[in-house]
């Protein structure tokens, strides 16, 4: 089964009260490490149902949302429709192999893609072709543990990535390092032992 489809079994499943609370605090750290985003045009890969764009919505101008599930839109979609907001669109598509027609964005977002990825630094340099010059990417995804990470309610297996790889992306795609740190720990029960998985924020700049 594909990403997509996958993550289409589980959409309203995936939509919990912790995944929320999760959105915020990715949406306030990423906020506290750039300057007034009033006018921001955000693109956000893999936005899945939503709720990272529902809270940033208010501090930026316009969103533009991508997801490969379904599932996941039509949740998202039926929040937008609730709320009454104007400033996001969502698409259906592979923004790593469909090209998009616009451009010159102030702020690309991956929240937990890149490891569906298999060449994270051609990732990085097409997400780049999308940033104006001066723009930012805000990578969200887990820092390498001594063992799996299964995300919500699906059969997702990955191990993370550290720091050292990470920079070594951006040297690969010559952005510019703004932040980087742990934001949020997710603790989850495997084999009978809880265990901690932290999540970091790279935040890096395209001059």
């Known amino acids: 089964m594909d990403t997509g489809k996958r993550f289409d079994t589980v959409a309203n499943r995936y939509d919990t009260p912790d995944k929320e609370e ?23 890969i893999g936005a899945g149902t939503g709720t990272v764009d529902m809270i940033l919505s208010d501090h930026v101008r316009e969103i533009v949302a991508f997801d490969l599930s379904q599932g996941m839109l039509d949740v998202f979609r039926q929040k937008i429709e609730r709320s009454g907001k104007n400033n ?55 820092y390498r543990e001594d063992g799996s990470f299964h995300s919500d309610n699906t059969d997702v297996f990955h191990f993370g990535f550290d720091r050292e790889e990470v920079k070594n992306w951006l040297k690969e795609t010559s952005l510019e390092e703004v932040y980087y740190g742990i934001i949020h720990t997710l603790q989850k029960e495997r084999e009978g032992q809880k265990k901690d998985y932290p999540i970091f924020l790279i935040i890096a700049i395209k001059n």
């Open 88 to 142: 996001i669109r969502i698409y259906k598509k592979d923004i790593f192999s469909e090209d998009f027609p616009e451009k010159d964005f102030d702020l690309v977002i991956t929240s937990m893609t890149f490891h569906h990825l298999k060449d994270p630094v051609s990732a990085l340099n097409r997400l780049k072709g999308y940033l104006k010059k001066g723009g930012y990417i805000a990578i969200i995804d887990l």
């Open 22 to 44: 999760r959105s915020r605090i990715f949406v306030n750290s990423i906020l506290q490490h750039l300057p007034d985003t009033s006018d921001f045009k955000v693109m956000d």
